[in-house]
């Protein structure tokens, strides 16, 4: 195949793109560079895969012209890559929307107009299901817990965007399950949580486990915010490139579907008082920390309901949060020159 990647040069983007690389298929990247650590990841893909089934353009979502020539014979199509903090939506909300709603309404109309049999999974976010201030939540232990959604939030909560960010990426949630039912596209959308692991960059307002991990390795200031009994379900890279993969599978039995993909319950991690000591145990000791108070619209739980994606794609969660942190914290540690 020809997998076409927006975002690619992205911690989610370079793992997707060694993952089909590995396969013997050919890989497109699209992307700006933007984000730190860009050009590290194509650096590693090109020492690992070499240039005979590897491309990389450089190149913005904004620009239709450009993204539907580099489009031709793309047989699937990962869309990745887009604006990623609420901080920086709340900041410029012209620029988050121009990037996520305006940049998914591009990759759509790219493939509606150039490949239209082409297989599109959307990389949506769990922020499109609101704060969630109804939800019940109760202390439990060193943390907290839904009162009752024992299996996690599920695909048929409503959604509630919030912060322009929310909104800008549930508008591209929303048009890439429209385009299966109006224009019949092979479209499906995961609804992610926090996913983390080798090659992502995280900085405090986007990939929190990473940030930490990298904070304790060069032993840099965080800060926690609230009282760091947040509960989140957490899902390795390998294992949501695993579910991407069974998706382009069986594209026909799910086109115009979302599925939430996260940890779900079996995976899921309190921000500090379980991971502060979690990261004590690797390392020996803690980085400086900094307390804050809690953040408008800040979920004390999120965990995914992940049995519609069990059900249908036969996929679940293989690496446990103790094993994902451990491999994370080592490459970390192997590679500090690259967060120097």
Known sequence: MKVFITGGAGFIGCNSADFFLQQGHKVVIYDNFSRVGGQANVDWLYERHGGERLTCVRGALEDYEGLCAALPGSEVVLHLAGQVAVTSSVLDPRADFMSNALGTFNVLEGVRNVCPETAVLYASTN??????????????????????????????????FHSPYGCSKGTGDQYTLDYARIYGLRTVVFRQSCIYGRRQFGIEDQGWVAHFVIATVLNRPISIFGDGRQVRDVLNITDLVAAYDLAICNI??????????????????????????????L?????????????????????ADIRKAQARLGWAPKVSPADGILDLYRWVAANKGLFA
């Open 127 to 160: 922020k499109v299901y609101g704060g969630m201030e109804e939800v019940g939540i109760v202390p439990h232990g060193e943390r907290y817990a839904y009162a009752d959604y024992p299996h996690g939030i599920p695909e048929s909560y409503p959604l509630d």
């Open 283 to 303: 390392a020996g000791h803690l980085p400086p920390v900094q307390r804050g108070s809690w953040r408008p619209g800040d979920q004390r739980v999120f965990v």
């Open 252 to 281: 026909d039995a799910v086109r115009g579907e979302a599925f939430n993909v996260g940890g779900g319950p079996n995976n899921t991690l309190s921000i500090w008082t379980e991971f502060g000591p979690l990261l004590e145990e």
